[in-house]
Every structure is written in C-alpha cells, then in structure tokens.
C-alpha cells in the first residue's frame, strides 16, 4: 500500500460496553467504527489493515477516496 494514501485520521476510543477499544475513520462515510482492538496496540494495528481495506475498496469500485482533513502549518512569531 502506498503509505500516502493513508493520510486519514483514525479515531481509537474505549467502550466499556464491548470491552474494547474502538476504531474509526472520520472522514470516510458510513458506519462510525469500522474495527477494534482489545489492547490499543491491536486497535492500531487493525486499523491501518482496515484502512488499507478501505481504499482499496474505494478504488476498486472507481469511487473518489474523501479529500483528508489537514492542519495548517503555523508560523512562530
């Protein structure tokens, strides 16, 4: 996978009701948690393969991929 095409913010949250840590992706629409974890570290790392099914998806399909959230850099001073 090209690494940036992958410039998409990924949302990981505890919730005490499925005893895991969710994952989702703000900027893609549809369902708001796309996978989870039960440690964080497996929260990340399923989803950066569930981001990587996500394109790829949206690729296949020939649908644009959502334009990525961005922070402007700032100036010191």
Same mark, same amino acid.
Do not use: R
């Given at each position: 996978m090209?690494?940036?095409?992958?410039?998409?913010?990924?949302?990981?949250?505890?919730?005490?009701? &499925? &005893?895991?840590y969710?994952?989702?992706?703000?900027?893609?629409?549809?369902?708001?948690?796309r %996978?989870?974890? &039960?440690?964080?570290? %497996?929260?990340?790392?399923?989803?950066?393969?569930?981001?990587?099914?996500?394109?790829?998806?949206?690729?296949?399909?020939?649908?644009?991929?959502?334009?990525?959230?961005?922070?402007?850099? %700032? %100036?010191?001073?």
């Open positions: 090209n690494l940036t095409k992958m410039k998409y913010e990924m949302t990981i949250a505890w919730s005490e009701e &499925d &005893d895991c969710l994952v989702g992706f703000p900027e893609f629409p549809g369902q708001k948690w %996978t989870h974890g &039960d440690t964080y570290e %497996t929260a990340v790392n399923n989803g950066v393969e569930a981001l990587e099914s996500l394109i790829l998806a949206y690729e296949a399909s020939g649908e644009s991929l959502p334009e990525p959230k961005t922070i402007a850099a %700032t %100036t010191p001073g």
